[in-house]
């Protein structure tokens, strides 16, 4: 498997979302919404287009929603002003903040809680490996992950290894990046893979096509908890036009059908206000991925 490269990938997606943006307007005309697929970006991009509507409905403004490949292209288009709102996880958020002063305004809410776990899925039928430690105590395993800025599929299930004695991710797996959580439970369930990573639990997403998903997938492993995704604004974003959209979202908290579409986009049941101080926890987890993980 072809190690993965965060340089040339955010080149790459900053040059295909260039055609898109929306400009460095403060305020813009169109207000541009990314996200990343967790699922399938075709219907992705059909899921979301009901939420672009509504919220053009409030604001009074066209909204567009943009469906970008990876976490890194959506943090980069973010600084380049091609893209206004993203939708982007814990770990993204800080590495936009870091990178480009992005300003968190919202998190999501899961059945009342604003954090959640991730897990280490293997084929049910794999007796070599039960446990985080059987993943510690072999070489050569293929991992399959979304992508390498999502704190579920990749940051906290890395420390979670590292914590357990891992010394070398790079050397010790064979890293394949497929760029949603359901891709990689699918490539070990195909057995392109031995073992994935991803939210929990993930495995509701393909019960609708695969029945028997939680029979043939078992879980081996849960991370410590991670913050819930966010919305973010892109930095020098009108600040009434944030305060609209926060405005907006919230609103949607007693509107059944937004909930419905926000569930069926990333599995969010609710919406509350957030602030920077709520992601500390996923700084010091980079802080130690930035020193002791090899990217190239």
């Not at 040339?8 to 400009?23: D, F, K, R």
């Not at 409905?57 to 567009?64: D, I, N, R, S, T």
């Not at 704190?151 to 590292?162: C, Q, R, V």
């Not at 919406?271 to 500390?280: G, L, N, P, R």
Request: proline share 3%; aromatic share 8%.
């Amino acid at each position: 498997m072809r190690k993965f490269t965060i340089a040339s990938t955010a080149v790459l997606m900053t040059t295909i979302l260039a055609a898109c943006g929306t400009g460095a307007s403060d305020s813009p005309d169109t207000l541009s919404m990314g996200f990343v697929p967790s699922q399938d970006a075709d219907e992705l991009a059909d899921t979301v287009q009901p939420l672009a509507d509504r919220l053009s409905e409030e604001l009074g403004m066209e909204v567009q929603a943009e469906v970008v490949t990876n976490y890194v292209g959506l943090v980069e288009a973010m600084g380049n002003d091609q893209v206004d709102i993203g939708f982007l996880p814990p770990l993204g958020f800080v590495q936009a903040e870091q990178l480009h002063d992005v300003e968190v305004l919202l998190k999501s809410e899961r059945f009342g809680d604003y954090e959640y776990l991730a897990q280490f899925n293997v084929r049910a039928d794999n007796d070599e490996i039960d446990s985080i430690e059987d993943l510690v105590n072999s070489e050569g395993l293929v991992w399959a992950y979304g992508d390498t800025s999502s704190a579920a599929g990749f940051l906290f299930p890395a420390n979670e290894l590292m914590d357990a004695g891992v010394e070398d991710l790079n050397s010790q797996f064979q890293h394949s990046q497929v760029g949603a959580h359901d891709t990689a439970l699918m490539a070990v369930l195909d057995g392109d893979a031995d073992f994935s990573t991803s939210f929990d639990d993930a495995r509701d997403n393909l019960e609708d096509d695969y029945p028997d998903i939680k029979d043939d997938i078992k879980v081996i492993g849960y991370t410590q908890p991670i913050p819930n995704d966010t919305i973010s604004a892109r930095p020098g974003l009108d600040e009434d036009l944030k305060n609209q959209v926060i405005e907006a979202f919230l609103s949607f908290n007693d509107d059944d059908e937004m909930l419905e579409v926000l569930d069926s986009i990333y599995n969010w049941t609710g919406i509350a206000e957030a602030d920077s101080a709520d992601y500390e926890v996923v700084r010091d987890t980079y802080e130690r991925f930035q020193e002791d993980v090899s990217l190239d």
